[in-house]
């Protein structure tokens, strides 16, 4: 597998699956392109949603940096809020890769637990993006996140691996306007949020 490892699936559905990053807020950003592998398949999904919360549910953090200089100091002073807290991702599974090909559609089994989660390269980025079926699963989810950030997102993160990225954005655009239909106040949304980069 190539691309940084990013954290290591600890709950998992056929349509998307939950990673824990190794070091706290490091999770990749919203919208980005992460895979993880389950022999013989490569799964690839879009992140959604990143959360940092206490390794113990019944547990919330407290607040300590009232007589802090700056928020640093509130970990070196206490070093053990590091093995407290935990950041985890949320990812929407949108498609799969079975020997050279790139499916843009569910795979047929779900990622396994402990599996590790990548980052994709540049490359990789681009090459899955050639084809834009994986936007009908964004369009059609019902993740609990705003739909339209999430599309613009995910829109601006890939846009950054095609060297013409105006041409991509605007091909993109024609295709969110087919599956978006009459919804035109969303569709505008998306294109308001792509096209001020």
């Known amino acids: 597998m190539t691309g940084n490892r990013v954290g290591e699936v600890i709950e998992a559905s056929t349509a998307g699956f939950t990673a824990q990053c190794y070091e706290l807020y490091q999770s990749p950003p919203l919208g980005s392109l992460v895979?993880?592998?389950?022999?013989?398949m490569e799964l690839y999904g879009v992140v959604y949603n990143a959360t940092t919360?206490?390794?113990?549910?019944?547990?919330?953090?407290?607040?300590r940096g009232g007589e802090a200089q700056s928020e640093d100091e509130i970990y070196r002073q206490s070093p053990q809020l590091l093995q407290l807290l935990r950041s985890e991702f949320s990812v929407l599974?949108?498609?799969?890769?079975?020997?050279?090909?790139?499916?843009?559609?569910?795979?047929?089994?779900?990622?396994?637990?402990?599996?590790?989660?990548y980052s994709c390269p540049p490359d990789e980025v681009k090459e899955f993006s050639q084809s834009l079926g994986f936007l009908n699963m964004l369009v059609n989810t019902g993740l609990p996140v705003p739909r339209d950030e999430l599309i613009a997102a995910c829109l601006r993160q890939i846009s950054h691996t095609h060297e013409d990225r105006h041409q991509f954005l605007v091909t993109a655009g024609k295709k969110l306007a087919t599956l978006l239909g009459n919804q035109f106040?969303?569709?505008?949304?998306?294109l308001e949020r792509i096209s001020d980069q």
């Open 53 to 63: 919360a206490s390794i113990d549910p019944g547990r919330r953090p407290i607040a």
């Open 35 to 40: 895979k993880t592998a389950d022999q013989p």
């Open 93 to 117: 599974v949108v498609g799969h890769r079975q020997d050279v090909n790139i499916y843009h559609y569910l795979p047929p089994k779900p990622a396994r637990v402990h599996s590790f989660v």
């Open 185 to 190: 106040n969303q569709l505008n949304a998306i």
